[in-house]
């Protein structure tokens, strides 16, 4: 079984393929100083109540874009799961180009997206992800990555609208009531422009990428992926897995790691 650890800005999502499902996804939010040890309470448990063990797992990934959470995220994998973890990295086999300037400043989520995106759903198209930042990256036909887009995401572009206007509340995210653009008090006016805003961003965004690449598929993907689309026809579907997907396809082209360390040095859970 393969351990797939997906680490972003906003949360940490664990999951366990056993080589044809998944047998379970689970989520806690990111901290970066959260301790192995506070991972593998919380894992193990949600582990057993699908029947899975430690000792089941015998491969891991570690796909992350948060530098300063992957001590805990890899000491979890040697000193619980008795694994080497393979990470993420511009620089493993991808099975295709990265035709940007600079690869290691990609994220691999982004990469991550790309990977599963062509080879569950084919060619061109651009992966739209509404993760801390929205991205929208762009895949050839032959499955290379050509580079993307990135705008500040839904929750930050919240966040900052109420800090910075002292009379502007603090709002949950959802689509407006009816299909009005004209909000009538302060909270429906600022949930009008930020759900209608950021369609009109991701569509015009769409047609940009269009006139330059041609005719493609467009998928979405993160948290606020489904809301998003009720809003919009530009999406062909909205995939929750693919990062995970992603993971789960490195690990089939690169070799796993060999841990180092002794199995005697696992902490019993």
């Not at 430690?54 to 300063?68: C, F, L, N, R, Y």
């Amino acid at each position: 079984m393969l351990l797939v650890i997906d680490a972003g800005n906003t949360n940490v999502v664990f999951a366990v393929h056993d080589g044809e499902i998944w047998r379970g996804v689970w989520r806690i939010t990111m901290q970066p100083q959260r301790t192995s040890d506070e991972y593998a309470v919380w894992l193990n448990a949600l582990l057993r109540t699908q029947g899975i063990v430690a000792d089941d797992i015998d491969g891991a990934v570690i796909g992350t874009v948060v530098p300063a959470a992957l001590y805990h995220l890899r000491t979890l994998c040697r000193q619980w799961f008795a694994v080497e973890p393979l990470l993420a990295s511009a620089r493993l086999d991808w099975g295709f180009a990265i035709k940007v300037d600079n690869p290691d400043e990609v994220g691999v989520d982004r990469l991550l997206n790309g990977l599963a995106a062509h080879h569950m759903y084919g060619g061109p198209l651009t992966v739209i992800d509404f993760g801390t930042a929205t991205t929208f990256d762009v895949v050839d036909k032959d499955g290379s990555y050509c580079g993307g887009v990135i705008a500040p995401g839904i929750n930050l572009s919240v966040e900052a609208l109420h800090q910075a206007a002292a009379r502007l509340p603090r709002i949950g995210i959802g689509r407006p009531v009816g299909d009005s653009a004209i909000g009538r008090n302060t909270v429906t006016a600022m949930r009008s422009g930020v759900f209608w805003g950021y369609v009109g961003l991701i569509e015009g965004i769409v047609e940009r990428i269009r006139k330059e690449v041609g005719p493609m598929k467009v998928l979405a993907t993160g948290g606020l992926a489904p809301l998003f689309s009720e809003g919009t026809s530009v999406f062909e579907c909205v995939d929750s897995m693919l990062t995970l997907n992603g993971l789960r396809l490195l690990a089939g082209r690169n070799p796993l790691p060999k841990l180092t360390v002794d199995r005697d040095y696992v902490a019993e859970g």
